[in-house]
């Protein structure tokens, strides 16, 4: 009976990872804007990948593998916000029509502090 009931978790949450896996693939296609599609492909990295790996330690049990499957998801979740704020900001930055695609303030900003 334990063992069904593991399966099931395993089977529930690799399909939750499938679900949210389609939707990003859609949205990093469908979206125009390109911070709207990091936006889509960023959920695809941390929350697919905790949904698929906590399924794999729920599979494997308690030994070794599902705290290096821990360690996986940790520095996944450090690196992958820092490179989407990168990648953010240097779009800011380069793009002289960014205020066509979403609201800005940075301007309003400057134009008081001088």
């Not at 990948?49 to 520095?75: D, E, Q, Y």
């Not at 916000?81 to 800005?104: A, G, Q, R, W």
Request: negative net charge; contains cysteine.
């Amino acid at each position: 009976m334990l063992e069904w009931i593991r399966f099931a978790l395993v089977a529930l949450f690799f399909a939750a990872g499938l679900i949210v896996l389609f939707i990003s693939i859609f949205g990093t296609y469908r979206l125009n804007f390109s911070l709207n599609r990091m936006h889509s492909a960023a959920m695809c990295d941390t929350l697919v990948l905790m949904l698929f790996i906590t399924g794999l330690i729920i599979a494997s049990g308690i030994n070794l593998i599902s705290l290096k499957f821990l360690f996986i998801v940790i520095i996944q979740w450090c690196t992958s916000p820092v490179v989407s704020h990168i990648f953010v900001k240097t779009k800011l930055l380069t793009d002289k029509n960014i205020c066509e695609h979403c609201e800005m303030r940075i301007d309003d900003e400057k134009e008081e502090n001088e």
